[in-house]
């Protein structure tokens, strides 16, 4: 009962606190990429992020477990394993299961029950475009999150969250949005790519107590000093800096858990160190 | 192979031309309002989807089920086996899987899997909001097609739509993009709401070739005539009109597939009146 009376931010604020890890490692297990001695396994998906996971808890804020490998290959069953070991033997990491959903509200109501009845996710991604009434059913627990895409990390994500509206451009508007209007029980968080760091900053300016979900990182090549002093909040927290591939395929071989433990060890203190060194009050 | 030697959009037109119907049926299973005697069936959704597809099969132009339906209750393989029953039952009837999926590349990839080898699906729905690399990769196969998120028919989709940005709606920049320089296998397909047909007409207007699947008749209660009259293209066809709820629980006892069916061929009919009336040329 103790690690689930506190909400989900709640839970991140411990993790951040008195965990002292910004790190979220990414559970996208792509099967051409696990060690040789998982192929033909059944459960192969489950099995190498079990191993991760078990790995590398003690350093992370949160797992992000992305639901399209599993169903890419119809192995959701294995998903579903995957975040009750994460619940039963790691219970104060939250989940954010990224599933990026977002529709109509009868239908978001479905996927607000996939995530949090079936797979017992704490928060889950969404996309903000069809409005608030495609977010409202995920926040209808108030122990429960929601990460909203707002800046994303990828080349096109510029084509359309920066065009300018008045005056501002969409994911400003978003984040304004997701910090205010949309925001009534502190339940809202936004995904803003570590690739950005300029923009990273004007979220964290219009958002400053919301919990940013920052992917890019890592594989994706992003200025890590550049990122933790444009999102920071003024806690010295308020990040959740995910990484995936760097940590998932750290090493290839029977040590993969280990080499994957010593990546997220090595970015976890390395992003400690920044923190420090930026955010004297933390 | 007659069949699959056709693409998405071709076998569409099939449907518009040969078989004189613009009328869509989306499959949205919801285990509250089916009719009693599928209460307790583990395989409910598909048993209850399966009678409906049967009944409506020579009067759609499409099938659209809703993955969250089936994604709530962990029911992936009824999705499979229905779609795998329209395919092999109703060969020339093309799937439109409504999954709004919209993630960057590599995950994409693994959503097109899901989409197109899992599950059979002709064509799918998608958020273009992370841009054309998020949605590039499920147009590698020609024959498949991707309808993306333009101007949905909920209250809230005005939101961030109808911003203006450089003297357009997000909505009209959506349109034109899909039209022109994201289209270059002519594959790109818009969700338009029924219920804006000012901005129906604006998207036609900026995508005058393009196959839109129009939401919103129905239970939603947009005006048809006037759906029509701004959405069809040129040729007098071009619009995928879908109807879930006013169709499938039409009636609610045994005779549930009958009224369906009556329900679907009174509301293909006016489609057809209206569409004479309104497109001489066709």
């Keep these: 009962m103790s690690a689930n009376a506190a909400t989900f931010i709640e839970r991140l604020q411990t993790r951040w606190r008195d965990h002292r890890t910004l790190l979220c490692v990414g559970l996208d297990p792509d099967t051409v990429r696990l060690p040789a001695h998982f192929s033909g396994r059944k459960d192969a998906l489950l099995a190498f992020c079990r191993d991760i996971v078990?790995?590398?808890?003690?350093l992370v804020c949160a797992f992000k477990p992305q639901v399209a490998y599993f169903s890419a290959l119809g192995a959701e069953d294995?998903?579903?394993t995957?975040?009750?070991h994460i619940r039963a033997r790691h219970p104060g990491v939250p989940v954010i299961l990224d599933a990026k959903r977002g529709d109509i509200g009868p239908?978001?109501?479905q996927y607000a029950r996939e995530a949090f009845e079936r797979?017992?996710?704490d928060a889950v991604t969404l996309s903000p475009l069809m409005g608030y009434d495609s977010i409202e059913p995920f926040l209808a627990n108030p122990f429960h999150g929601a990460f909203l895409l707002c800046r994303t990390s990828n080349p096109g994500g510029?084509?359309?969250?920066q065009l300018v509206a008045d005056g501002e451009p969409l994911y400003e508007r978003i984040a304004r949005l997701a910090a205010t209007q949309w925001n009534a029980n502190g339940q809202i968080g936004l995904v803003v790519g570590a690739t950005f760091p300029q923009e990273l900053g004007r979220v964290r300016a219009?958002?400053?107590r919301l919990p940013l979900l920052v992917p890019g990182v890592g594989a994706q090549g992003a200025d890590l000093q550049a990122a933790l002093r444009a999102g920071l909040s003024s806690e010295g927290d308020g990040l959740i800096i995910n990484s995936s591939r760097a940590i998932?395929?750290?090493g290839a071989g029977a040590s993969f858990a280990q080499q994957a433990r010593q990546a997220a060890q090595q970015l976890r203190d390395q992003i400690e160190a920044l923190r420090g060194s930026l955010a004297p009050r933390a």
Excluded: F
Aim: negative net charge; aromatic residues 8%; proline residues 4%.
């Design 158 to 161: 510029s084509e359309l969250q």
């Design 78 to 80: 294995q998903l579903e």
């Design 248 to 250: 998932l395929y750290a």
């Design 54 to 58: 078990d790995a590398t808890a003690d």
């Design 82 to 84: 995957l975040i009750g």
């Design 119 to 121: 797979y017992g996710a």
């Design 107 to 109: 239908t978001a109501k």
């Design 206 to 208: 219009l958002a400053p």
